[in-house]
């Protein structure tokens, strides 16, 4: 399975910005999509979540401000961020994995194909 992000930028504090992620390859082994986020000096941290039922998990910091969704048709899954604030300046990595019950859908360990990244800037 290969990731490749895209939709990243500069935007100003309060901005808007969608980020889009396209899956290629066997998409079979995937029913789980995330995204991360990594700023430099500090670890990687989920952002979203989308479980193979549709449900959305966010980070509390971007609760309220954050949207994932995902084009099934397309094996792209977005992430729709607005009222962007300067801390949320990072690389943003999208990821899949296979659904496992009682794991934690934002534990970056739990994933397994990974994308290249793309950075966001706030300032």
């Known amino acids: 399975v290969q990731l490749v992000e895209s939709g990243g930028g500069s935007v100003q504090p309060g901005g808007t910005l969608r980020l889009s992620c396209v899956a290629s390859?066997?998409?079979?082994?995937?029913?789980?999509w995330g995204w991360f986020r990594q700023a430099p000096g500090k670890e990687r941290e989920g952002v979203a979540s989308?479980?193979?039922?549709?449900?959305?998990k966010y980070a509390d910091a971007v609760k309220g401000r954050f949207t994932i969704s995902e084009d099934t048709a397309k094996n792209t899954v977005y992430l729709q961020m607005s009222s962007l604030k300067p801390e949320d300046t990072a690389m943003y990595y999208c990821?899949?994995?296979?659904?496992?019950?009682?794991?934690?859908?934002?534990?970056?360990?739990?994933?397994?194909?990974w994308g290249q990244g793309t950075q966001v800037t706030v300032s």
């Open positions: 990821a899949a994995r296979r659904f496992r019950a009682g794991t934690y859908p934002l534990d970056a360990n739990q994933y397994n194909y």
């Open positions: 989308l479980d193979t039922g549709g449900t959305p």
């Open positions: 390859g066997d998409t079979a082994s995937y029913n789980v």
